[in-house]
């Protein structure tokens, strides 16, 4: 259900915001690490998707 009211939808963004805050207090750093772990996965099969292409000059 989307919300449309500014004040319902400030609300349910403060909601979110404290939610990820206690997640964060909690578990910071195995959350980041599993963040970096996929950003990492995702950019080295980038690489090796392009340089399994022909370089484009």
Request: no cysteine; aromatic share 4%; hydrophobic share 30%.
């Amino acid at each position: 259900r989307q919300a449309t009211d500014p004040d319902e939808r400030s609300r349910a963004a403060r909601r979110l915001r404290a939610l990820l805050a206690r997640l964060h207090s909690r578990d910071r750093g195995r959350l980041t690490l599993q963040v970096q772990d996929a950003y990492y996965r995702k950019l080295v099969a980038r690489l090796d998707r392009a340089s399994g292409e022909p370089e484009t000059p």
